[in-house]
């Protein structure tokens, strides 16, 4: 009967100044997600509105477990609570469904508690809030394309798939990355895409003869040159009684730098489940002996970690099924039997953690960043970005591992100087200072903000500009005070520069301070050049110029005695208006040099 009488006592309680009494008890107490013998909780928003469906939740008899549903239910925003969505899905309000998880996110990035849990909270999700590892088709797994707090999926192939794409699919949550991958790769009947200049294997589908040891009848390995692409295939002709296909292939490595160790990379898709091992050559080589494997089916692309090796001979085998069985489902000649190959090897032995002139904040084709630290940190939890490339998933990581708050430049107060003709910024873990749809965007929202300052060095028509970005960004300028701005124009995607690139363009004068907002559209970011491009002349050095018309005159003089004792009128740095600024004043009197 409680929901009934609470439902009928609503509006007597409301007369009673239910409200006014909730005020009082919301915001302190226990947690709204738990029972307890006092009225109210610690939300006070969630508490407000509990309170407002069940007033007796804010009475004497205490914060029962029917109080404890409703918050669960209809509290969105409160952490921990089923209303407030899944930690590994965007949504409008912040916090997630579980509460340490929102503390792990938001200690990265308070954004995600404070105002929206967006995709990219969703994605630090998967890194920060460690999951229930799973087993591909378990019992527990979900579905492959919807996100799940423990790993795996439910769907074997597709999830075993993924997970050589990314591990912790597996290992930890399935989340939103894990769910775009498994969208991008887990098609049927597909063909591995092969390189332009790739070769085909030598050895024709059901005929054995480049296998002289693993499962015969035998033959020689065919020859395999470093970085070619050879595509090749593992299947049979129905019927037939051959064993499965195994293929061998013979590498030589070399040294192109004379330092003694190269470093080897196998790349390797295939349709069918498969496997590519690379090993000392020798006869018969045993797979124990194996110093690179990788793994791949539904044609995603793999590769192996890589090794520093020295130059010389080695054996490569492509077999199905998984290593170091060989087996696989002997897939019948057709697409669903082919694999694309690659033995990648360069001169990239050095570490990346200490060669590297990448930023940590900006996505990079080669492997590691510049910072060493960051770099051991990020690459110890996603080695592709030190194997292979610092792409914008580095980026996030670097964001999360390396930072330990917002810029320093994150509100306007404490906009950072913008000497000369650009200035590089990071907006990763930024806040929002002012609102996001900014009127003078025409409806563009910022996602986060950080603040340059300028003093203009110029006369006439300047222009701001994003466009070497590689993420969408918004760019606003200001004039004004940090109190009180006014906006002068807005951007975003302007035209001639460049994909995400913003432009905003306006006439300054002489010794005019302008504030820059800059910040990505969406998630966070990362490292953006901000560039100052103006054909306008240089200002005169002329400081008691103080209006900036070309001349020292009784306008000037004005502007000093008004701010005498203070600071506007200080003509010599020291601070204060005063008679020394007055005699720099008159010493200057006329045209400017």
Not at 365 to 370: E, R
Not at 394 to 414: E, F, I, K, W, Y
Request: aromatic content about 6%; some cysteine.
């Amino acid at each position: 009967m409680r929901s009934t009488l609470a439902l009928v006592a609503i509006p007597f309680l409301n007369l009673l100044g239910l409200d006014a009494a909730s005020a009082q008890i919301c915001g302190t107490g226990a947690s709204c997600l738990v029972v307890h013998p006092t009225p109210g909780c610690d939300g006070a928003a969630c508490c407000t509105l509990v309170c407002q469906i069940d007033p007796t939740c804010c009475g004497a008899g205490g914060w029962d477990q029917g109080c404890v549903i409703i918050a669960n239910e209809s509290c969105a925003g409160y952490p921990g609570a089923a209303a407030s969505g899944s930690c590994f899905n965007p949504h409008s309000n912040p916090n997630c469904d579980s509460a340490s998880c929102s503390v792990a996110v938001c200690a990265f990035d308070p954004f995600c508690c404070s105002t929206s849990w967006d995709a990219s909270c969703a994605a630090l999700a998967g890194f920060a809030c460690p999951g229930n590892p799973g087993t591909c088709g378990g019992a527990g797994t979900g579905s492959c394309f919807q996100t799940n707090p423990n790993g795996a999926c439910s769907d074997t192939t597709c999830c075993n798939a993924v997970c050589a794409v990314d591990p912790t699919c597996c290992s930890q949550s399935w989340d939103q990355i894990c769910v775009i991958i498994a969208e991008d790769i887990c098609i049927t009947g597909c063909e591995p895409t092969p390189d332009p200049d790739s070769v085909p294997e030598l050895e024709p589908c059901d005929v054995r003869q480049n296998d002289p040891c693993y499962a015969g009848p035998g033959g020689a390995p065919e020859a395999l040159l470093p970085n070619r692409q050879v595509r090749g295939s593992i299947g049979t002709i129905q019927g037939n009684t051959f064993p499965n296909d195994v293929d061998a292939y013979l590498i030589t490595v070399p040294d192109g730098d004379g330092d003694g160790v190269s470093r080897v990379t196998v790349e390797f898709a295939s349709a069918t489940k498969a496997w590519a091992a690379l090993l000392p050559e020798s006869a018969c080589t045993p797979m124990s002996a194996a110093l690179l494997t990788v793994g791949s089916e539904l044609c995603v692309d793999a590769a192996s970690p890589s090794a520093c090796l020295a130059p010389g001979l080695y054996r490569v085998v492509v077999a199905g099924g998984t290593f170091p069985s060989f087996g696989g489902n002997a897939p019948v000649c057709s697409i669903g039997d082919r694999y694309n190959l690659k033995v990648v090897v360069d001169d990239g032995c050095a570490d990346p953690c200490s060669q590297s002139g990448n930023s940590c904040f900006a996505p990079a084709k080669s492997a590691g960043c510049s910072d060493g630290t960051c770099c051991g940190e990020v690459c110890a939890v996603d080695p592709f970005c030190c194997d292979s490339a610092w792409d914008s998933g580095c980026v996030v990581l670097a964001g999360d591992r390396c930072l330990g708050g917002p810029p320093a430049n994150d509100t306007c107060a404490a906009a950072a100087v913008l000497v000369g003709d650009g200035a590089i910024v990071n907006t990763l873990r930024s806040t929002l200072e002012l609102p996001a749809a900014d009127p003078a965007c025409g409806g563009a929202a910022f996602a986060r903000d950080v603040w340059l300052r300028w003093e203009s060095d110029r006369s006439g028509f300047v222009e701001i500009t994003t466009c070497a970005t590689w993420f969408d960004t918004v760019l606003a300028v200001y004039s004004g005070e940090c109190g009180g701005l006014t906006a002068i124009g807005c951007s975003d995607n302007a035209p001639i520069c460049g994909p995400g690139g913003s432009r905003v363009g306006f006439k300054a004068a002489c010794g005019d301070t302008y504030f820059i907002r800059v910040g990505p559209k969406s998630l966070g970011g990362g490292d953006v050049l901000v560039t100052v491009e103006t054909l306008a002349p240089l200002c005169a050095d002329c400081p008691a110029d103080l209006n900036g018309d070309g001349a020292v005159d009784a306008q000037d003089l004005a502007a000093v005695l008004s701010g005498w004792d203070g600071p506007k009128g200080d003509l010599n740095g020291d601070g204060t208006t005063n008679a020394q600024d007055l005699a720099e004043l008159l010493s200057a009197w006329g045209a400017c040099p």
